[in-house]
């Protein structure tokens, strides 16, 4: 074989090999920004009942969240009496709480970032860095399975290693519809710490979304924070003034 030639077979036979592995990993990682645009959309509001069980006790909030875009939320508490008012918001990477009993806005720092909000089994860093998971991360197709009927992507998300995330790994399970089936987090250890697995999906919003989700400890098995989405819709006029630090502490939020 003359020179030219094997070395263009032997160019187009590492073509033929890396190529897949880009479509693959590209493919992986627009299914996972595809499921967390769908849920959050271009603007949302919901009304969600979160429960949080702990073997001697429970206690179940109702909460109110303004999504627009990736980088605004406001999450408020409306009830029971004794927690409405709490409130948290993000914009960008940074994050506010208020609190009314206190009368006081927080920022909260870097370093209680995983600390349960508001004592439930999701950090404030679940609340603030779902787009991390589209910007900080690589993604691998891993398998497919299926749920009822439908295709479901296994991805596995590995942090960049400049990535300001704690997590070694992530494994989420994304059906053929967007729907988000399980999120698991993994330690640097690679050992199971906490998964966020849904029970129930259902159309609502003029879609079909994880309507109950629990997220829970792999070590506590007696402890759990429940989230069911009791009303959401995706699409609406959501004014500026909503993500304000002015509106975090004097609410004046319509619906």
Excluded: C
């Excluded at 900080?136 to 398998?143: A, E, I, P, S």
């Amino acid at each position: 074989m003359p020179p030219k030639t094997k070395a263009l077979y032997l160019t187009l036979a590492a073509l033929a090999l890396i190529l897949p592995a880009r479509a693959a990993a590209q493919d992986a990682a627009t299914i996972v920004k595809t499921a967390i645009d769908y849920w959050r959309d271009v603007s949302s509001y919901s009304v969600v009942d979160m429960t949080i069980h702990r073997p001697d006790w429970k206690r179940t909030m109702t909460i109110r969240v303004w999504t627009r875009g990736q980088k605004e939320s406001l999450v408020r508490v409306s009830a029971p009496p004794k927690d409405a008012g709490n409130a948290t918001l993000l914009l960008d990477n940074d994050m506010w709480s208020f609190s009314p009993k206190i009368n006081r806005v927080i920022k909260i720092p870097s370093s209680m970032m995983n600390q349960g909000w508001m004592g439930s089994d999701f950090s404030n860093n679940d609340l603030a860095k779902a787009d991390d998971l589209i910007e900080q991360y690589t993604h691998k197709l891993l398998r497919t399975e299926t749920h009822e009927g439908r295709k479901v992507y296994v991805i596995e998300s590995t942090p960049l290693e400049t990535a300001p995330v704690v997590w070694g790994r992530e494994v989420v399970k994304v059906r053929d519809d967007w729907i988000i089936l399980e999120h698991a987090f993994y330690d640097q250890q690679d050992a199971l710490v906490k998964k966020l697995v849904t029970s129930e999906i259902r159309p609502m919003g003029g879609k079909t979304v994880a309507a109950r989700e629990r997220m829970q400890r792999a070590d506590k098995p007696g402890e759990w924070t429940e989230v069911v989405t009791r009303e959401v819709q995706f699409g609406i006029d959501v004014p500026a003034s909503i993500f304000t630090l002015a509106n975090l502490r004097n609410p004046r939020e319509q619906r």
